[in-house]
């Protein structure tokens, strides 16, 4: 009887080990933990171990990334080798990315950017309907964005960029109305914009550069109040840039690089907030807009590389905050744009391949704060002030296929072919 007791006495304790843990979770640690939310996380190490620089074929489950855990789900989670926070590891993820991860119903948060990641998103994605946060950026997935990614109510924040995503964007991903933060940039998407993300009211931040994206930009953009920042560059859109997008709280839109034809709409001037404008390599014609002075704020101004004609606006004193303007490779006309000499913060300035005449006035070389200036393949004339070598801060000048006479200062070093007279 003794020895039975003795027996008996271990199995006990073992039992109330095991069924300290609810039905389909894991006792790790004298912790509990949902089994599936760990098999994720296992097939997360088993599918990298092939790749290069994978994590320990050994490593404890619970040491992978960055992990947050309450009642035994995975709430949060993260794992990189380029970010600067808690979810750095010197070790990649490699492989497809698990169909476990349909299970992690809790996850309000993964970010598994800066990885080796391949294969497709898996459809079960869409049964994360409290994820807030996906962050697969910087990996090598491919395949099209699955339609349940409309299932993720929740979500607010999509950042893809950086791998090799094809095909036209889910129409169902316009059921995303909490979304703030979308990032698709650089994929091999195509199709048009889809119009609806003019309904989707709290993006804050949208940017679809870098992909293969044709037709319209939607004029339902303009109705977004909450959007700061807006980059559709490097696509091949067409057509007029909408003057809705006048209405936009903005402060930065990036729309270079692509086949945008038309004049530059008056309504942009209506984008007081808006610190970075970017129209550059389009197929724009018609003159500057006078209302583009009105954008007080305004650091950077590229129109380069279209077809704009005419003089520079008069009265530009309202870019007293500008410190780069690029208008080179245009059909620009016209004395030399005397309000530029207002501008006391311009860092750099560049106005060449135009139609511009006269003289370079000598307090434009006297500011200091430039420190590139591009004036070649113009027809302006005169003298190049001496003052250009008597500068404190250094200075990047290009002069030449102009019409200037000498003597030409010493410290320039190529002055091209001048046609001193004409």
């Known amino acids: 009887m003794g020895h039975t007791f003795k027996l008996f006495f271990p199995l006990l304790l073992i039992n109330i080990s095991i069924w300290c843990c609810e039905f389909g979770y894991l006792n790790i640690n004298d912790g509990c933990y949902f089994k599936k939310d760990i098999d994720f ?16 074929h050994n490593l404890e489950v619970l040491n992978l990334g ?9 709430i949060e989670f993260c794992c990189s080798s380029s970010t600067n926070t808690e979810c750095k590891m010197n070790y990649k993820l490699s492989g497809n990315l698990p169909a476990e991860i349909s299970n992690l119903t809790e996850l309000q948060m993964i970010s598994l950017e800066s990885n080796n990641i391949n294969g497709t998103l898996p459809p079960g994605i869409g049964n994360l309907v409290k994820l807030e946060e996906l962050t697969l950026s910087s990996n090598n997935m491919r395949g099209k964005i699955p339609e349940e990614i409309g299932n993720m109510v929740s979500l607010q924040t999509l950042s893809l960029k950086g791998n090799n995503y094809s095909g036209m964007l889910p129409r169902e991903i316009v059921k995303l109305k909490n ?12 199709g048009n914009i889809p119009d609806e993300l003019g309904e989707m009211m709290e993006f804050k931040y949208l940017n679809l550069s870098n992909n293969h994206f044709t037709g319209h930009i939607p004029s339902g953009l303009g109705n977004l109040e909450k959007l700061q920042y807006l980059n559709l560059s490097q696509n091949q859109l067409i057509g007029h840039i909408p003057s809705e997008l006048g209405k936009l709280n903005i402060y930065r839109l ?27 390599s389009n197929k724009l014609n018609g003159k500057i807009p006078a209302s583009l002075s009105n954008l007080k704020r305004l650091k950077k101004l590229e129109l380069q590389n279209n077809h704009l004609s005419g003089e520079l606006p008069l009265d530009i004193s309202g870019w007293e ?21 207002g501008l006391k913060n311009l860092k750099s300035l ?15 070389i006297q500011n200091e704060n430039l420190e590139l200036l591009y004036l070649h393949v113009n027809n302006l004339n005169g003298i190049i002030p001496e003052a250009v070598c008597k500068r404190k801060n250094p200075i990047k000048l290009l002069f030449y296929n102009n019409a200037f006479c000498p003597p030409y200062p010493n410290c320039i070093s190529y002055i091209g072919k001048q046609l001193c007279g004409n």
């Not at 960055?66 to 995975?74: D, F, I, P, S, V």
């Not at 979304?179 to 195509?190: A, G, H, K, P, R």
């Not at 990036?254 to 129209?279: A, H």
């Not at 560049?350 to 434009?364: A, C, E, T």
């Open 179 to 190: 979304m703030e933060w979308m990032y698709l940039s650089s994929n091999q998407l195509t």
């Open 254 to 280: 990036n729309l270079e690089f692509n086949q945008l034809t038309g004049n530059i709409s008056e309504e942009l001037g209506n984008l007081t907030e808006i610190v970075d404008l970017n129209l550059e």
């Open 350 to 364: 560049n106005l060449s391949f135009n139609y511009l005449k006269g003289d370079i006035p000598f307090s434009l």
């Open 66 to 74: 960055w992990q947050l855990w309450e009642n035994g789900r995975l």
């Open 321 to 341: 905050e500008l410190e780069e303007l690029n208008l080179s490779n245009n059909q620009l006309t016209g004395s030399f744009p005397l309000g530029l000499l």
């Open 41 to 56: 996380l296992q097939a997360l190490i088993d599918n990298s171990q092939s790749g290069n620089n994978p994590p320990p």
